[in-house]
């Protein structure tokens, strides 16, 4: 069984910063990518970032481009996402995901994802 758990959630001001933190444990594999969505209340869940694991590339949801940065941890099966200048709007619980295997163009969608953290709570005030 894989174990996926996300830290690094809080609360901050407009134009703050966070650093999430994400690993995956357990019987982890092989593993294609990992990522991290976010939903707010009321609303989907939504992609947020993805970066696969045999050349690092990395994908990006048009709302966080410029500001957010994802990227693999030392450690085997981790990932962080570096979040600058947030704004209220990005006030969700963030998810973090891997993928067992899959293509490039699945990482944008929750379905291409195996296995999923509890969430951890990011709260922007204005």
């Known amino acids: 069984q894989v174990q996926v758990v996300e830290s690094g959630g809080g609360l901050v001001q407009a134009g703050g910063s966070l650093r999430l933190s994400c690993a995956a444990s357990?019987?982890?594999?092989?593993?294609?990518?990992m990522g991290w969505f976010r939903q707010a209340p009321g609303k989907a869940r939504d992609f947020v970032a993805a970066?696969?694991?045999?050349?690092?590339?990395?994908y990006y949801a048009d709302s966080v481009k410029g500001r957010f940065t994802i990227s693999r941890g030392n450690a085997k099966n981790t990932v962080f996402l570096q979040m600058d200048n947030l704004r209220p709007e990005d006030t969700a619980v963030y998810y973090c995901?891997?993928?067992?295997?899959?293509?490039?163009?699945?990482?944008?969608?929750?379905?291409?994802?195996?296995?999923w953290g509890q969430g951890t709570q990011v709260t922007v005030s204005s």
């Open positions: 357990g019987r982890t594999g092989t593993t294609f990518a």
């Open positions: 970066v696969d694991w045999s050349v690092s590339n990395t």
């Open positions: 995901a891997e993928a067992k295997w899959g293509t490039a163009g699945r990482l944008e969608y929750a379905r291409g994802y195996d296995y």
